[in-house]
């Protein structure tokens, strides 16, 4: 529908023919959106016959045939983000080692899922620690995060002072993962 049309058979309706308005307006959208599609259609269509002239494939299987080789600022910069990332994270589970207050749970959670025991802030913060700096396998990292929260808050304290003065994990589980490689 050219905008002439449109014109003309807009004008043929009210201000009270609403729906006939909507429905004129929308026909005239994909009119013009079916126009546009066609368009960048017969654009792409000539880009690509363009290319199929020039040595673009050409230069594409040289450029594949190169043995590519990594951008060594990129990977510094990157290894360097998540080195000064982690770092951040923790230094503040660190420091929240020694928050002895309970983490609130929250009535509807109870409800909805068996909860365990509530534990403390330096608990979480302690487990969170294990996970990031300590390589396990995600099953030992379970039974140990198990083990450690089954414990009474006296040898939870201790296990805690113990890693802050070894920087060493203890470690009650066997890695059931490094057996099976």
């Known amino acids: 529908m050219t905008r002439e049309a449109f014109e003309q058979r807009l004008d043929l309706l009210t201000p009270r023919q609403e729906s006939g308005i909507e429905a004129l307006v929308e026909e005239y959208r994909r009119d013009i959106s079916h126009l546009q599609s066609a368009a960048l259609t017969h654009r792409a269509f000539s880009v ?5 002239e020039t040595s673009v494939e050409t230069l594409a299987s040289k450029i594949g045939e190169e043995k590519l080789v990594p951008e060594t600022s990129l990977s510094v910069a990157m290894v360097q983000g998540v080195l000064f990332a982690e770092g951040m994270v923790t230094g503040r589970l660190k420091a929240a080692l020694t928050d002895t207050r ?12 068996e909860t365990g025991p509530p534990y403390r802030v330096c608990d979480a913060a302690y487990i969170a620690l294990r996970f990031i700096l300590n390589p396990e396998s995600y099953m030992q990292h379970l039974l140990e ?4 929260l089954s414990l009474s808050d006296w040898e939870k304290d201790r296990e ?6 070894t920087n060493s994990f203890t470690s ?3 890695d059931m993962d490094a057996e099976e490689d």
């Open 48 to 52: 690509i016959a363009q290319l199929g």
């Open 102 to 113: 309970l983490v609130p749970q929250p009535p509807e959670l109870r409800l909805l899922e």
């Open 145 to 148: 995060k198990h083990r450690f």
């Open 160 to 165: 805690i002072v113990s890693w802050r003065e």
């Open 172 to 174: 009650s589980v066997e």
